[in-house]
Each structure stands twice: as C-alpha cells, then as structure tokens.
C-alpha cells in the first residue's frame, strides 16, 4: 500500500490550497474511513478531518471548521482536502492515511500507511 499526497505548497494568510491523496494497493479502498492529519516542527501528528466509507459521517478538528472541506472519490481511490482561509498557525505537513483498525472515529493511531506527506506553509 502506497499513500501520495500532493498540492501543499506556500500561500499568504486567507489563501486556499487544496491537498489530493491517492492511496494504492489498498483492497476495498471504500470500506475504509480516511483522514487527515498534519505535524507542525516539533510537535505530534495532529487529526485535521475524517470521512467515513459512504461519506455520511465526516470529522474536523475545532479550529479548521467552517475553513476545510473533506471528500473523497472511491472510483479513483482519492481523497481531498479544500483548505481556505488559511491561516499561519496551518502551516505544518499534511498526511492522509486510512483507518486500518475501523475505529470510526479520528485516533491517530488507529490510521497507518503514512505518505511522504505534502508541506503547507502559510505566510503572514
């Protein structure tokens, strides 16, 4: 299994980006919840947003919400996150990764098959 995200990058303060994930070799790619994750300098990986198979149930973390949109194509084994009005205190690396232990919810350590990840800088 392969994860790849991509489309981070730098942008001023209320700026938008939006991050892609392909995750391959993953089999029944739409059983699995996914989410997003991001690591500042120094500090643990946090939970961003988390989308259920279907779509119907979806997570964000409080200081993204209203901000960042999740998404996700099973056809294409993608998924996606719209970032607008971004602010300094985004600027981290973004991941995706799947919840392998279905727990349902955003537990960091319930997701593995971690990516490169893509970089997102927000200027002030």
């Known amino acids: 299994v392969t994860v790849e995200e991509s489309g981070g990058g730098l942008v001023q303060t209320g700026g938008s980006l939006r991050l892609s994930c392909k995750v391959s070799g993953l089999r029944r790619f739409e059983e699995y919840n996914l989410g997003w994750f991001r690591r500042s300098s120094g500090t643990e990986r946090d939970w961003v947003s988390c989308?259920?198979?279907?779509?119907?149930?979806?997570l964000y973390t409080e200081s993204v919400k209203g901000r960042f949109t999740i998404s996700r194509d099973n056809d294409k084994n993608m998924v996606y996150l719209q970032m607008n009005h971004l602010k300094p205190e985004d600027s981290a690396t973004y991941y995706c990764?799947?919840?392998?232990?279905?727990?349902?919810?955003?537990?960091?350590?319930?997701?593995?098959?971690w990516g490169q990840g893509t970089q997102v800088t927000v200027s002030a």
């Open positions: 990764a799947p919840d392998l232990l279905h727990g349902g919810g955003c537990y960091v350590l319930d997701f593995g098959y």
């Open positions: 989308i259920s198979e279907t779509s119907t149930k979806i």
